[in-house]
């Protein structure tokens, strides 16, 4: 069956799922990035998998964020790695970007990079499957805000001057009311209960009490979602002060930073 070019080219970009790009311009990748939410749905309905293996929780946690990072070639631990070693240089623009593009990785993305990856495999212990597959929507949410209309590159090349401004303005707006809206009956249902490994201990073995310890389940997704959303919203607004735009490294770090702030948002508060 032939997806329609806007899926392809987000699935093609955004996991390594095989799919077959036919086309590639700047209105399929608009179209791409409005719908790459829908790829982190299916992504985190995958990785969330090892969560529910039994041993350790932070055992299945880890191999869920590692699954995670497989499914999507670790380019947006590799993004947020080059964009820490960009700002924390404290170089100009210019110089900033340059230092990204290189190969290697400095003492600022290594800390970085190990800080997020403690983050949400702690959090995804404690949180559960439906906080994991919102984080990953949540990540991917923060793409199509990023490629909104008014959003520049802040290089003529690259996947940044690709997707950079492609999305039409009522698009992020309409994509996060129907994530939220899927967030939120996630959380009503009995499948969103926390993994049985959950850090939380004592949680109730009927729904009210499943994700009913802190905040309930219909509000807790949404809000973790949001919270996700606002930090990468934070960081691009960072980005793009320092560097003049969006490039590839600075998407692949919005992905990270909403994965991680809704995974601890929801372990806190659930």
Same mark, same amino acid.
């Given at each position: 069956m032939r997806l329609p070019h806007g899926l392809s080219l987000a699935i093609g970009t955004l996991s390594v799922f095989p799919v077959r790009v036919e086309r590639v311009d700047r209105e399929v990748a608009g179209r791409a990035m409005t719908l790459?939410? #829908? #790829? *982190?749905? @299916? =992504?985190?309905? #995958?990785?969330?998998? !090892?969560?529910? =293996?039994? *041993? !350790? !929780?932070?055992?299945?946690? @880890?191999? @869920? #964020?590692g699954l995670l990072a497989v499914l999507n070639r670790g380019l947006h631990l590799d993004g947020l790695a080059d964009l820490a070693d960009g700002l924390g240089s404290g170089k100009p623009a210019a110089q900033a970007l340059d230092i990204m593009k290189k190969s290697d990785i400095g003492p600022f993305g290594v800390m970085t990079l190990v800080l997020t990856l403690v983050v949400q495999v702690v959090a995804a212990a404690g949180a559960g499957y439906a906080a994991l597959v919102t984080a990953c929507v949540a990540g991917r949410l923060a793409l199509t805000w990023a490629c909104r209309a008014g959003v520049p590159a802040a290089r003529p090349d690259g996947l940044g001057a690709m997707v950079a401004g492609t999305v039409r303005r009522p698009a992020p707006l309409l994509a996060t009311l129907a994530a939220l809206l899927a967030a939120a009956a996630a959380g009503l249902t009995p499948a969103a209960e926390k993994s049985p490994h959950g850090l939380s &201990?004592?949680?109730?073995?009927?729904? +009210? &009490?499943?994700?009913?310890? *802190? =905040? +309930?389940?219909?509000?807790l997704l949404p809000l973790g979602l949001l919270a996700g959303l606002a930090a990468a919203l934070l960081l691009l607004g960072h980005a793009r002060r320092r560097l003049g735009g969006i490039t590839g490294d600075v998407l692949g770090a919005l992905v990270e930073t909403a994965t991680a702030t809704t995974l601890a948002v929801c372990a806190i508060l659930g």
């Open positions: 790459a939410p #829908v #790829v *982190g749905l @299916a =992504l985190g309905l #995958v990785a969330g998998l !090892p969560l529910f =293996l039994p *041993g !350790p !929780p932070l055992l299945g946690a @880890a191999l @869920a #964020v &201990g004592g949680i109730s073995s009927d729904l +009210s &009490g499943g994700l009913s310890n *802190g =905040l +309930s389940g219909g509000l």
